[in-house]
T-cell receptor, first 110, second 114 residues
Framework: GENVEQHPSTLSVQEGDSAVIKCTYS??????FPWYKQELGKGPQLIID?????GEKKDQRIAVTLNKTAKHFSLHITETQPEDSAVYFC?????????FGSGTKLNVKP | GAGVSQSPSNKVTEKGKDVELRCDPI?????LYWYRQSLGQGLEFLIY????????KSGLPSDRFSAERTGGSVSTLTIQRTQQEDSAVYLC????????????FGPGTRLTVT
């Protein structure tokens, strides 16, 4: 089955700096790669996603890149703000099944 | 519109008791997922319902776990003879599977088995 690995497990940045979280996957048939933000006591919330026919997608301060050959995808957050502090999960999906990474706890220091 | 709702938000039960967790998906969403999230861990897939098709139960950790979805809407996850290792947050998500595959998550039920 699919195996998704996510790094780093924790990330601390200064407000205004960029943050990058990386994931790798094993199943070349995976074709949908969402990223979720989970705040304390809440369910994960989709923040951006990318499909296998696209290499990069951007939405304001967040962007995701996908390298299908290497089977890895990354989340980039620019100009980080304290409210970006949360746990971020990547996932890989095919045939409507989702496999999640273990999460990255992002701490943005004011 | 209303998002995915789950009840109860918190449940404390004694080891050996049965528990039922409820999920109300977004109206019209045909796909429904249950996940388990242990403290500080990622999401572990449990079960997936899609329309009237047989559910994908491949993630259920033991035969103490079962789930049903009535009328293609509300779902109940049942854990029988709970064990301490069942303590976790149980998350439900729904998806329309029409055009996009976005999952929308509920707030979860925090289960504590004492």
């Amino acid at each position: 089955g699919e195996n998704v690995e996510q790094h780093p497990s924790t990330l601390s940045v200064q407000e205004g700096d960029s943050a990058v979280i990386k994931c790798t996957y094993s199943d070349s048939a995976s074709n949908y790669f969402p990223w979720y933000k989970q705040e304390l006591g809440k369910g994960p919330q989709l923040i951006i996603d990318i499909r296998s026919n696209v290499g990069e997608k951007k939405d304001q301060r967040i962007a995701v890149t996908l390298n299908k050959t290497a089977k890895h995808f990354s989340l980039h957050i620019t100009e980080t703000q304290p409210e970006d502090s949360a746990v971020y999960f990547c996932a890989a999906s095919r045939v409507n099944k989702f496999y999640f990474g273990s999460g990255t706890k992002l701490n943005v220091k004011p | 519109g209303a998002g995915v709702s789950q009840s109860p938000s918190n449940k404390v039960t004694e080891k050996g008791k049965d528990v039922e967790l409820r999920c109300d998906p977004i109206s019209g969403h045909t796909a429904l997922y249950w996940y388990r999230q242990s403290l500080g861990q990622g999401l572990e897939f449990l079960i997936y319902f899609q329309g009237n098709s047989a559910p994908d139960k491949s993630g259920l950790p033991s035969d103490r776990f079962s789930a049903e979805r009535t009328g293609g809407s509300v779902s109940t996850l049942t854990i029988q003879r709970t064990q301490q290792e069942d303590s976790a947050v149980y998350l439900c998500a729904s998806s329309s599977l029409q055009g996009t595959y976005e999952q929308y998550f509920g707030p979860g039920t925090r289960l504590t088995v004492t």
